[in-house]
């Protein structure tokens, strides 16, 4: 495991330095947002920033392609040239993935679940086959072959409609454990109501979670600005201050935590 009470950036400029220097390694952190909000790109952008520092991670996406994931990542400029990106698209080349995984210093594995889903559409895993062991085998397989950092799931909800939550608080607590007992810094995405009126499906989340970080899109009359406030974040004392988020020069931002930028 890396060294103890290490940090993991958030490559957010302003909201850093709000966070004693970033999330303590090995946490669980929720992501959450609702539609458009950059949930994946802020999640993306901590995973390869960290792989760019010889790090590994998995990103897993359920429902958006790597396809579509990588040309948005494209279009924000992330050099992926810069990055050993591995994607897996089939279970079966699992193990040539892990031993690419492994022969490299730092890779960022792209798992796509939604390809993985079309392709098997037919076994035994079916349309409504067991989503979450399939999950769990990939990061098993990969992080037992080599050290692995860092864990993206993206996203959480729709791990929720693949797999059958009959006990939800039982199954919830088995996965962070899952995550926490493999040493991963996790992030996990979450998709709001439109109202926001909840951090996450089934709220324990919450507070199972070591940190929530929460993106918004507030309307002032007919601007809209992009707004990111950390709202807890656990061995760390932090700014819980609403910041406005921009995306400037390749770089995210968080700027007038606490201020309204209209009376600056
Ligand atoms: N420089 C940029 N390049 C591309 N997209 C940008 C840029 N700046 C802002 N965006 C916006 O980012 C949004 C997409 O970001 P992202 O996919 O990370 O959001 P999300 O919260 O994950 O969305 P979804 O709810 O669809 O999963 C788009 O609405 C896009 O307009
Ligand atoms: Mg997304």
């Known amino acids: 495991m890396a060294e103890k009470n290490g940090k993991i950036k958030t490559y957010i400029k302003g909201l850093d330095e709000n966070l004693q220097g970033g999330i303590p390694e090995g946490h669980l952190v929720l992501v959450c947002g609702s539609a458009g909000t950059m949930k994946s790109s802020v999640a993306f952008n901590i995973i390869y920033n960290e792989v760019l520092e010889g790090k590994t991670g998995i990103y897993l996406t359920l429902e958006q392609s790597h396809a579509s994931l990588l040309k948005q990542m494209e279009n924000m400029e992330f050099d ?53 062991n399939a999950m769990k085998n990939i990061i098993k397989k990969i992080s037992t072959s080599s050290k692995c950092d860092l864990f993206v799931l993206d996203s959480l909800s729709a791990l929720y409609v693949l797999s059958s939550f009959d006990k939800p608080r039982t199954k919830i607590f088995h996965i962070f454990e899952f995550l926490r007992d493999l040493g991963l810094t996790s992030f996990l995405v979450s998709e709001m109501p439109i109202d926001q009126s909840k951090y996450s499906e089934y709220e324990v989340e919450d507070f199972l979670a070591d940190g929530i970080i929460y993106l918004q899109l507030t309307k002032r009359y007919r601007k809209v600005t992009r707004e990111i406030s950390v709202v807890k974040m656990r061995a760390t004392e932090c700014n819980n201050d609403v910041f406005t988020l921009e995306y400037k020069n390749k770089k995210f931002q968080a700027t007038f935590g606490g201020r309204t930028p209209l009376v600056e």
């Not at 679940?113 to 079916?126: E, Y």
């Open 80 to 132: 992926l040239s810069k990055v050993n990106v591995q994607v897996l698209e089939e279970i079966s080349k699992i193990d040539e993935v892990a031993k690419k995984v492994k022969s490299s210093k730092g890779t960022l594995v792209i798992s796509d679940l939604g390809a993985i889903r079309k392709k098997l559409a037919d076994t035994k895993f079916g349309p409504s086959g067991d989503w979450l």
